[in-house]
């Protein structure tokens, strides 16, 4: 999303370059980051023009006045079909990773999503199941630590529990579906796409 040690190109700095060639800015171009996906999370990303814009988003973010929903594909099927989670995790970014912690836990971060399955026939294992997630909070590895944490880790995800799948740069999780109100214009926006591996994948469009 943003740089960092590996010194990999990242996705702000492509949207600065993207600004400068393509509107003939002079200088650097401001680019805010939203919010961001994990390494090997595919999907929509939100970024901001202005600092206005990022100020104004950034407040709708932590009034969740923004929805955020997600493809995943689970090893298993969970049981129930559909359902809500509420966890406390704690980061450790010595692994880069996130656990369950007991609510009392000093430091624990409260995570709450809720699921739904998908009837959709989606190319992966046999026993594989594509959920539709609504993420109601933002903590690091959310989906990727409750769904495993239940028994149901995301196809391709070694780091949480799931078997190798032959695709070790990516996950099968995908932030698919914003719905959010334009910062200057006010306008209503829904935005929509379907996974690199899963393209004829839809999102139920209600709330759930």
Known sequence: MQSDETGDACLVDWAKNYLVTTYAKPGEAFMGLVHRLDRPVSGLVLLAKTSKALARLNKAVADRAITKRYLA???????????????FLLK??????????????????????????????T?????STLLAIDLHTGRH?????QLSAKGWPI???VKYGAEPAGHASS??????????????TKAKLELFIP???APNATLPMVKF
């Open 141 to 145: 590895h959310q989906i990727r630590v």
């Open 123 to 127: 190319p992966g294992p046999k026993s």
């Open 155 to 157: 196809v391709g995800d």
């Open 171 to 184: 996950i099968r999780l995908h932030a698919a579906y914003l719905a959010l109100e334009h910062p200057v």
């Open 195 to 197: 996974p690199y591996w």
């Open 92 to 121: 450790t970014p010595a692994t880069n990773t996130s656990r369950r912690v007991g609510p009392k836990h000093p430091e624990g971060k409260r995570a709450e999503l809720a699921y739904t399955t998908l009837p959709d026939a």
């Open 73 to 87: 594909l689970v090893e298993q099927a969970p049981e129930p079909a559909t359902g809500h989670l509420v966890d």
